[in-house]
């Protein structure tokens, strides 16, 4: 469920007892809390939910699910031409 | 938007499409159960792009669709009351209870504010201190975590003048409920990556042993989709059971700790009735009893006689994918997002409301 | 009369339709089927003519030999500022969009003031300027004003009308009835500006972007397109709220056209995108203050485009679709992937998700 939106930390803070994130979406920045992700660090990726990060992006996991991707597609050979 | 943009490919999603009609053999149902996930496969048009022998059924996964008719008309009930600020998500504002829904109460007088988080109520409660500030908590496993963090923190700042209403769900129990329907044609699954983002996937070893079918975490992407359904198949075309995890960037096996501890800490499962099925044992979120100072419905002792949907609504058959919104002799006749009779049709997860968008009313749709 | 709106984006507006009662409710104000209805039963009946009945954004008069264009239009947007703008300017800029995508050179324009008790002078001072500022960008002067004040609570700080007139362009009337089938549609810019940066000033959303509305005055884009185009130019729209999609709809069904829209060739700032992802929304109909979409004859387009683009106003103009045949009267959206689907008009305001 749950729109959930990859964004890059760019500043962290504490407020109230909790640690919270500067977060940019590309272009749009808003402020999220880091509680559940207390490994993150400034430049890492989150996925935020509801004003929270739920996790890290895993850039290796990315790319290799990426490649998986790129392996079929070279498979199935030069393809049709965009219409 | 970097791991958003990679996800979007073109060519990926028609390499997935041509890979997946070189594999399949046979004609397969498979249940994608977020609603985020329906919205991306209507938006999209991802079915259309699927071999015939593929059809892809949605899921009870949209939490407004499901949120009893009981809780709306006591989030109604509550917003009435002098004093009350309402703070919610804005999808639930839309959805009916059984006299109106919270739009109206707002045109009658109530104070009801949209939120894009729990702190953010939390927030207007710390500011507005002569007031009531009430939380609609509405989501599954993935929502569940900001909520217990915003009690926890109204407990830990010592405040008086907020609560909330938990409405949420947990998954498994509908995936449960649909298999051991007597009508399932359900044969695989596309679970919920934010929900697992947060639960794990362990959850579902159980459920995959026990009925011996496929379940794949999957993302949100056009790209995550089509290779959740590739994998899915593959697992379907050799006569695997296995639980398997698309989106492995966001998704570890254990979930997130920190966030489950906190689950288990402010909530406890309870039975639920959800809207449009029947009550699911141990499917909803209660606040623990260490938080019951927090629950709203106690705070304002509230208790409302049980709701009846529309006779003619048949959201309950298309929560659970045994027909598809064109079956219903309602859709796009009585029931359209201007009146809907059902919350299928209201928020725009709803598998309704996204086919009545996306123009779907043929009979090409129902396969 | 326009079926306008209150101009606030996220101003919840209720979808449920009159049977409810006999008082109005905030839908009515959504720009959506609720106003159209109010519009249609209470002030169309009671107020009819031949001019009124035709329902256009602008009316159209014959006064001598000229043939003039008259609109009015009322603002009430919270917040009073935003990013790229306040009441004022948006005021001003909204009355003369209108007179402009009706082809019009805008002469003059009349603004009145609702003002309530406890609002800041230096407040009242700001908006004025904005629209000094606004009305001389366009060349147009307010030539007519008025001020009132109500008591506190009767009136949300400042509510502003603005009225104006057009001359009309020469041998030429604008209209959906002129869309032919293979016309190309064009936008003059990236569409949602407007909707995302005044929801960034709302204190409940509370996001940081650099954006800025994109309220700005057409009148100087539509004369170089004219100019240009002339007759080739069937028709133009100012989308507001409803966004981009509304507006398309508007045309297709009084065209009685199917609009195609390839949704790759739709401008969306990256700000744009990204406050829509985290809030769940669709650029397609998010609200726009500066921009219009026009119907141009094929054969035309890319001259007309290219007049854009050469204009500050139509910098990032494109073309986003073609108007595939008739009959039906609804817009369809072609998705990257090649697939559509029905691009349909929202019966209320969109709302942020959580799922």
Redesign the interface.
């Known amino acids: 469920m749950c729109l959930g939106v990859p964004g890059r930390i760019v500043g962290i803070a504490e407020e109230q007892g909790l640690r919270m994130g500067e977060i940019d979406f590309g272009g749009v920045c808003r402020k999220v809390c880091l509680a559940y992700v207390p490994e993150a660090q400034v430049d890492d990726y989150v996925v935020v939910h509801a004003g929270f990060a739920i996790s890290i992006v895993d850039a290796d996991e990315a790319e290799r699910t990426l490649e998986l991707i790129g392996e079929i597609e070279a498979e199935l050979g030069p393809g049709e031409d965009e219409s | 938007?970097?791991?958003?943009d990679?996800?979007?490919d073109?060519?990926?999603?028609?390499?997935?499409a041509?890979?997946i009609g070189?594999i399949v053999t046979r004609p397969w149902t498979i249940m994608e159960v977020?609603?985020?996930q329906t919205?991306t496969i209507?938006?999209?048009?991802?079915d259309?792009?699927l071999p015939r022998e593929i059809a892809l059924v949605h899921g009870p996964?949209?939490?407004?669709c499901v949120t009893p008719i009981e809780m709306i008309d006591m989030a109604i009930e509550i917003a009435r009351r002098p004093g009350v600020i309402l703070c919610s998500?804005?999808?639930m504002?839309?959805v009916p209870g059984s006299k109106?829904?919270l739009?109206?109460a707002?045109?009658a007088g109530a104070d009801?504010?949209?939120?894009?988080?729990?702190?953010?109520a939390l927030a207007?409660a710390r500011r507005e201190t002569e007031r009531e500030v009430v939380f609609f908590a509405?989501?599954?496993e993935?929502?569940a975590?900001?909520t217990a963090?915003a009690v926890h923190?109204a407990a830990?700042?010592g405040m008086t003048n907020f609560s909330v209403i938990s409405a949420h769900v947990r998954v498994p129990p509908a995936i449960e409920a649909i298999l051991s329907s007597p009508s399932n044609r359900v044969q695989g699954f596309l679970a919920?990556?934010?929900?697992c983002?947060?639960m794990g996937i362990d959850e579902y070893r159980p459920i995959v042993e026990r009925c011996r079918v496929p379940i794949v975490v999957t993302g949100?992407e056009?790209?995550d989709l089509m290779?959740g359904v590739?994998m899915c198949l593959a697992q379907l075309e050799e006569g695997r059971a296995e639980v398997e995890n698309?989106y492995?960037?966001?998704?570890?096996a254990d979930g997130?700790r920190?966030?489950r501890r906190l689950i288990e800490e402010v909530f406890v499962p309870a039975d639920r009735r959800w809207r449009g099925m029947e009550t699911l044992p141990q499917s909803g979120l209660a606040l623990s009893r260490r938080y019951r100072d927090f629950d709203a419905i106690r705070r304002f002792a509230i208790a409302l006689p049980d709701a009846d949907e529309p006779q003619e609504c048949r959201a309950g058959e298309v929560l659970r994918g045994l027909i598809k919104p064109p079956q219903c002799p309602a859709f796009g006749k009585a029931c359209?997002?201007?009146?809907p009779m059902g919350a299928p049709m209201v928020?725009?997860?709803g598998a309704c409301a996204a086919y009545?968008?996306?123009?779907?009313f043929g009979a090409a749709e129902a396969r | 009369m326009k079926r306008r709106e209150n101009h606030s984006p996220l101003a919840p507006a209720c979808p449920i339709p009159p049977s409810k009662g006999d008082v109005i409710v905030i839908g009515h104000g959504s720009g959506g089927r609720l106003t159209a209805d109010l519009v249609g039963r209470v002030f169309l009946p009671a107020l009819s003519n031949p001019i009124l009945d035709r329902l256009g954004d602008s009316a159209e008069l014959t006064v001598g030999g000229s043939r003039i264009l008259f609109t009015t239009d009322s603002f009430v947007v919270s917040p009073l500022r935003f990013p790229g703008g306040d009441i004022g300017s948006l005021a001003v800029h909204g009355t003369i969009n209108d007179l402009a995508v009706a082809g019009g050179r805008p002469i003059a324009i009349s603004a009145s003031f609702i003002l309530e008790e406890g609002f800041p002078i230096e407040e009242a001072r700001r908006i004025a300027e904005s629209m000094r500022a606004a009305a001389d960008s366009a060349a147009v002067a307010v030539v007519a004003a008025d001020t009132k004040v109500v008591e506190r609570g009767k009136a949300d700080g400042i509510f502003v009308t603005t009225s104006g007139i057009a001359l009309a362009p020469e041998g030429l009337e604008l209209g959906p009835e002129r869309i032919r089938k293979g016309d190309a549609v064009l936008v003059s810019g990236p569409v949602g500006d407007h909707g995302i940066a005044v929801m960034s000033a709302r204190e409940e959303l509370e996001f940081e972007t650099a954006l800025t509305s994109d309220s700005a005055p057409l009148n100087g884009l539509v004369a170089a397109m004219l100019e240009c185009g002339g007759r080739a130019i069937r028709c133009m729209r100012d989308p507001t709220r409803g966004g981009a999609a509304t507006v398309l709809n508007e045309l297709a069904k009084a065209g009685g056209v199917e609009i195609v829209v390839e949704e790759s060739a739709v401008p969306v700032r990256d700000e744009v995108r990204a406050a829509c992802e985290i809030l769940g929304l669709d650029p397609l109909y998010v609200a726009c203050e500066g921009r219009l979409v026009a119907i141009v004859e094929e054969l035309e387009a890319e001259k007309v485009l290219a007049a854009m683009r050469a204009h500050s106003m139509g910098a990032m103009a494109a073309r986003i679709g073609t108007v595939a045949g008739s009959g039906v009267g609804r817009v369809v959206l072609k998705t990257p992937f090649g697939t559509s689907r029905l691009l349909d008009v929202l019966p209320g305001a969109q709302l942020p998700r959580i799922c």
Do not use: W
């Open positions: 938007m970097k791991f958003v990679e996800f979007r073109a060519a990926a999603v028609r390499a997935l041509d890979h070189s977020c609603g985020g919205h209507v938006r999209c048009g991802l259309e792009l996964g949209c939490p407004v998500f804005g999808d504002l839309r109106g829904d739009f109206d707002r045109a009801v504010r949209i939120v894009y988080s729990p702190l953010d207007v509405v989501g599954f993935t929502t975590p900001t963090m923190q830990r700042l919920a990556g934010h929900v983002t947060v949100f056009p790209v290779q590739a698309q492995a960037r966001s998704v570890r997130n920190e966030a359209t997002p201007e009146r928020s725009s997860e009545f968008r996306a123009g779907r």
